[in-house]
């Protein structure tokens, strides 16, 4: 007879035990005759792949930001030798995954495919890289679902806010801040998206990672394959200036009379990554709002009721970082919220996190590092978002040993310095 396992009791918590020692696993280098470099990284068993085309040429280095998305958009829909209908029989008939993208700086395609069939996929991933056509027709339809979807945002109240933020965070008139008006979307020509997309194209300055169980057959067909390219001779630099941001305590309400909620976006201008202090501060923001257990969510959602979630994120680029707090609530509680926000932050500084608190934000940190090596693909993610916003080599592991020896003084001294309430810019939509 077999004895049955002892049942699982709900009622008691399972150990909390240290993380082991883990590091960021290291990457293939080689520059193609093309300038691409290509970055590998090549442990996986299953016979798949998963490629990211990155160049500069983002959404503040074109003429519009709706340019940069119809750009993204209809890239699928047609190259020099493949037609919108044949690159969707192909990476359907082959399953292959796609997405084009746009950040600010710049421009990326990623395609998965199985390796068995990437002979099949990989010419037509090369063609919507560097000779898309973006067809008349397609653009017509595009761009009327651009401007559409536009004319809903400018109801919105989060899409509002976002906008008021960008705007004085980044500077009205930087780049970033621009958002196009759906007649600007209508009149853009498929003359405009070329020109577009020639005064950015640059392999030279591209990068193509690849993940998965890269053979050397595989590598070489993927090398063969971007050693030429058109427009091998171009290169793009980005002009784009750093943010310019309003005065400390600037504030920007945008009214919605109609709106149920108010959406609140309160930010900090603040160190670039390079600085020594960046990896301190991203620790201090996480125990601020980064996670459900952090010191927002647990008085502002919890105890007061205000919101049904609040975060707050440092976010870095080579533009720029700010620390962003973000929420929606009750019109007749933006200011209880705003209040309750800058208590937050003074008492970060004045009142740390210690003992049962400090230990879970330390596993939160871990947690997240050890997410980034759960598999090939989310790996090489890391090493695209490290190329994408300009995180310096080494941030990593230097971040793991921040996280080892985190202590209250540490969050205590970083957030005094740089979350402070009087340096807040607040955007808020609403009624």
């Given at each position: 007879?077999?004895?049955?396992?002892?049942?699982?009791?709900?009622?008691?918590?399972?150990?909390?035990?240290?993380?082991?020692?883990?590091?960021?696993?290291?990457?293939?280098?080689?520059?193609?005759?093309?300038?691409?470099?290509?970055?590998?990284?090549?442990?996986?068993?299953?016979?798949?792949?998963?490629?990211?085309?990155?160049?500069?040429?983002?959404?503040?280095?074109?003429?519009?930001?709706?340019?940069?998305?119809?750009?993204?958009?209809?890239?699928?829909?047609?190259?020099?030798?493949?037609?919108?209908?044949?690159?969707?029989?192909?990476?359907?008939?082959?399953?292959?995954?796609?997405?084009?993208?746009?950040?600010?700086?710049?421009?990326?395609?990623?395609?998965?495919?199985?390796?068995?069939?990437?002979?099949?996929?990989?010419?037509?991933?090369?063609?919507?890289?560097?000779?898309?056509?973006?067809?008349?027709?397609?653009?017509?339809?595009?761009?009327?679902?651009?401007?559409?979807?536009?004319?809903?945002?400018?109801?919105?109240?989060?899409?509002?806010?976002?906008?008021?933020?960008?705007?004085?965070?980044?500077?009205?008139?930087?780049?970033?801040?621009?958002?196009?008006?759906?007649?600007?979307?209508?009149?853009?020509?498929?003359?405009?998206?070329?020109?577009?997309?020639?005064?950015?194209?640059?392999?030279?300055?591209?990068?193509?990672?690849?993940?998965?169980?890269?053979?050397?057959?595989?590598?070489?067909?993927?090398?063969?394959?971007?050693?030429?390219?058109?427009?091998?001779?171009?290169?793009?630099?980005?002009?784009?200036?750093?943010?310019?941001?309003?005065?400390?305590?600037?504030?920007?309400?945008?009214?919605?009379?109609?709106?149920?909620?108010?959406?609140?976006?309160?930010?900090?201008?603040?160190?670039?990554?390079?600085?020594?202090?960046?990896?301190?501060?991203?620790?201090?923001?996480?125990?601020?709002?980064?996670?459900?257990?952090?010191?927002?969510?647990?008085?502002?959602?919890?105890?007061?009721?205000?919101?049904?979630?609040?975060?707050?994120?440092?976010?870095?680029?080579?533009?720029?970082?700010?620390?962003?707090?973000?929420?929606?609530?009750?019109?007749?509680?933006?200011?209880?919220?705003?209040?309750?926000?800058?208590?937050?932050?003074?008492?970060?500084?004045?009142?740390?996190?210690?003992?049962?608190?400090?230990?879970?934000?330390?596993?939160?940190?871990?947690?997240?590092?050890?997410?980034?090596?759960?598999?090939?693909?989310?790996?090489?993610?890391?090493?695209?978002?490290?190329?994408?916003?300009?995180?310096?080599?080494?941030?990593?592991?230097?971040?793991?040993?921040?996280?080892?020896?985190?202590?209250?003084?540490?969050?205590?001294?970083?957030?005094?310095?740089?979350?402070?309430p009087e340096l807040l810019l607040t955007a808020i939509a609403g009624k």
């Amino acid at each position: 007879m077999k004895n049955n396992p002892t049942p699982l009791s709900r009622t008691t918590p399972p150990p909390v035990t240290t993380m082991s020692a883990f590091s960021l696993p290291d990457v293939r280098r080689r520059t193609l005759p093309s300038g691409i470099e290509l970055i590998i990284y090549d442990k996986c068993a299953e016979p798949v792949n998963f490629m990211t085309y990155l160049a500069p040429g983002g959404t503040t280095d074109r003429q519009s930001p709706a340019i940069a998305a119809l750009d993204s958009i209809l890239r699928r829909e047609g190259t020099a030798s493949f037609s919108g209908e044949e690159i969707n029989r192909i990476l359907d008939f082959n399953g292959a995954w796609l997405k084009p993208e746009s950040s600010e700086q710049t421009f990326s395609l990623a395609m998965r495919s199985l390796n068995s069939t990437l002979e099949a996929t990989l010419p037509v991933f090369k063609e919507m890289i560097f000779e898309p056509l973006f067809p008349e027709h397609a653009l017509t339809v595009r761009r009327e679902g651009l401007a559409k979807n536009i004319e809903v945002s400018l109801n919105d109240v989060d899409f509002l806010a976002a906008c008021a933020s960008d705007r004085i965070t980044k500077g009205a008139d930087h780049p970033a801040s621009k958002v196009d008006t759906p007649d600007e979307i209508r009149a853009i020509s498929r003359n405009d998206m070329l020109e577009s997309f020639r005064s950015t194209v640059s392999p030279s300055s591209g990068k193509l990672f690849i993940a998965g169980n890269i053979t050397p057959q595989i590598e070489e067909m993927i090398a063969e394959t971007f050693s030429e390219v058109p427009f091998a001779d171009r290169k793009f630099e980005s002009k784009t200036p750093p943010y310019s941001p309003q005065p400390p305590l600037t504030t920007e309400r945008i009214s919605k009379p109609d709106a149920l909620q108010s959406a609140v976006i309160m930010t900090i201008p603040t160190i670039l990554r390079s600085s020594p202090d960046y990896i301190p501060l991203h620790i201090a923001v996480s125990a601020l709002g980064g996670y459900f257990g952090s010191r927002l969510m647990t008085n502002i959602r919890e105890r007061l009721g205000l919101t049904y979630g609040i975060s707050a994120s440092l976010l870095g680029n080579r533009l720029g970082s700010y620390i962003q707090i973000y929420a929606d609530t009750d019109c007749s509680h933006v200011d209880r919220l705003c209040e309750e926000v800058r208590k937050e932050l003074t008492d970060l500084a004045e009142n740390p996190p210690r003992g049962e608190e400090l230990t879970r934000l330390k596993q939160y940190l871990l947690s997240s590092q050890a997410r980034i090596l759960d598999n090939p693909f989310s790996t090489v993610g890391y090493y695209i978002s490290a190329a994408t916003s300009g995180i310096p080599e080494g941030y990593f592991n230097a971040k793991l040993k921040q996280i080892e020896s985190l202590t209250p003084d540490m969050i205590s001294e970083i957030s005094a310095r740089y979350i402070r309430p009087e340096l807040l810019l607040t955007a808020i939509a609403g009624k």
